[in-house]
């Protein structure tokens, strides 16, 4: 069995966060969907994706844009990175991350390997 996409997930989430800011229940979703209570569960834990034209009701209903359920998205690593991996890609959205990405490519190739030994003696040292 497969897991959810973690798109499908965050979407999920975010429709029960305005969901339930609105104080509405499950069956109230679901009515004004056209589906099952069990449905929108299904939609809300991700394991069941939601369609555009779905989604699009969801919106209206909510009185939320369309685009506020992806809100956040950015900041998600996507799946099948490992622990090292997420925590690169979670560097890289920061603004140093950006930063330093940008200066360290206008290096040449001898000196960006003088960086990296730096950085590594830097990391040999706090470690000690």
Known sequence: MSHP??????????????????????TDMASALGV???????????????????????????KVPVSD?????D??????LSEAE????????TSEGQTLSRYFSQLSAPMSRSVVSVVKAVLAEQKE
Do not use: M
């Open 5 to 26: 996409h973690y798109i499908d997930v965050h979407v999920g989430k975010r429709l029960r966060e305005f969901r339930e800011a609105k104080r509405l229940s499950q």
């Open 86 to 93: 997420a925590s690169i890609w979670a560097f890289t959205r």
């Open 69 to 73: 359920f992806f809100e956040g998205l």
């Open 36 to 62: 099952t209570f069990q449905q929108v569960q299904k939609y809300e834990s991700g394991h069941n994706r939601i369609s555009a034209s779905r989604l699009h009701a969801a919106a209206c209903f909510l």
């Open 75 to 80: 900041d998600l690593a996507p799946e099948g």
